[in-house]
């Protein structure tokens, strides 16, 4: 369990450890080829429920007619081929860094398959020594990174997002499960960047990096990159991490134009032992959004000339548990989370004072059937409810998802 772990956490992060990978070749040069990855499908049904009034902004689980459906996708964590060429030459450590991730889905409703996705994740180059590495590329972003690769529906499927308004998150022939996206943290995005983090191997790492920034609603020019930074404290069995994340966004890129700021600041705590583990992070930010970075994060009304009167405010948390019984196989796990989304100023002045609140329990169980191959049964309830004035629209909207899935890294 622990190794392949580590594994699925190296092919999140970009980092394919060679010693895990089932191909390593040494070339004349010095330098080293290393092929691995992780292929894995899931079989889940869900069924959703709504009042068919309950659709405030920022909601997961939509309004509408009772959705029953039944999906073959990967899980939250996409199939993975990954490559990797390191060396080096002086005193300075090289590499070069290729991530590929398909799908094995096809969009709702498609009979042909030919268009499935093949998603460029990461491509990203390094070089570093004794005092550090920078990252230059596409890889996964800094802030919330710990929050998703410390989640347990990162095995898993956890918010399925099949039904949703446009087909859903997953319904597209390509992306992944929701997972907890939305649930709890913000997803970091796997975007451009320019990082810098302190020597590996320590106790303590410090990561710095700028990003190319996202659109925030009518909020779509840049002059600066994003900033996100991220702290990780981990020793005897203890992690602890903070991360922070700001930018800048106007309307416009050249005249009269409204700027807005938009940050937030994410951390956790894990405690972990061979035989289980305790994990709890959050968030909070403003004008960031409550899912996909930036997405729902303003009103976009313009009612003042300052940007952060449509900046919305969101936060949430996720508390989760894992049990590993002694030599044993299997591992059990359970989690709890939320993320909230609350109205901007200028919401408030249109009489939009809202709240939307989404919120996944997740169950699995996880069987290390061998040292590679993991087979996965999963339990998934999930809701959406919002409030107006402190008042509760209709009822929350409702769905639960069961699933089972394989999941095999090499």
Not at 74 to 101: I, Q, S, W, Y
Not at 144 to 154: A, E, G, V, W, Y
Not at 192 to 200: G, I, L, N, R
Not at 349 to 357: A, K, L, P, Q, S
Request: with cysteine; glycine share 18%.
């Amino acid at each position: 369990m622990k190794r392949v772990a580590l594994v699925c956490l190296g092919l999140a992060l970009g980092a394919a450890n060679a010693a895990e990978a089932q191909l390593t070749m040494q070339m004349s040069n010095g330098w080293s080829f290393t092929f691995a990855g992780n292929v894995n499908s899931f079989l889940y049904y869900t069924k959703s429920k709504s009042d068919g009034t309950t659709d405030t902004p920022g909601g997961i689980v939509p309004a509408g007619a009772v959705t029953n459906a039944t999906r073959i996708t990967v899980g939250l964590l996409p199939a993975f081929a990954v490559f990797d060429a390191k060396g080096k030459e002086g005193n300075t450590d090289l590499g070069v860094h290729f991530g590929f991730a398909p799908s094995v889905q096809c969009g709702v409703g498609v009979n042909d398959c030919f268009g499935t996705t093949i998603d460029m994740r990461q491509v990203f180059l390094t070089f570093g020594g004794t005092w550090g590495q920078f990252l230059v590329g596409r890889e996964l972003g800094l802030y919330s990174r710990q929050n998703i690769l410390t989640d347990q529906t990162l095995f898993g499927i956890g918010g399925s997002g099949a039904g949703a308004p446009s087909g859903g998150f997953n319904d597209q022939g390509g992306s992944t499960t929701l997972g907890r996206i939305g649930y709890g943290y913000v997803y970091p995005q796997f975007r451009a960047q320019m990082t810098y983090s302190s020597p590996a191997g320590r106790p303590t790492q410090i990561s710095i990096g700028v990003f190319e920034a996202a659109s925030v609603g009518n909020y779509l020019y840049t002059q600066i990159p994003r900033v996100e930074a991220e702290f990780v404290y981990s020793q005897s069995g203890i992690k602890g991490w903070l991360g922070g994340t700001a930018q800048s966004t106007k309307t416009g890129s050249t005249g009269t134009t409204t700027s807005m700021a938009a940050w937030g600041g994410s951390g956790g705590l894990r405690y972990e032992k061979p035989q289980f583990s305790i994990t709890g992070s959050g968030y909070y930010g403003k004008g960031i959004g409550a899912t996909f970075f930036g997405q729902g994060g303003s009103s976009d009304l313009g009612l003042t000339s300052s940007g952060k009167d449509d900046a919305r405010k969101s936060y949430g948390f996720i508390g989760q548990i894992t049990v590993t019984p002694p030599n044993s196989k299997v591992t059990i796990a359970g989690s709890y989370g939320s993320s909230y989304l609350k109205a901007s100023d200028n919401d408030k002045t249109v009489g939009n004072d809202f709240r939307t609140e989404n919120t996944l329990i997740s169950g699995g169980i996880y069987y290390q059937a061998t040292k590679s191959l993991k087979a996965v049964g999963e339990f998934n309830y999930e809701w959406t409810k919002g409030k107006v004035g402190g008042t509760t629209i209709g009822q929350k909207n409702t769905r639960f998802t069961p699933g089972i899935g394989f999941m095999l890294f090499f």
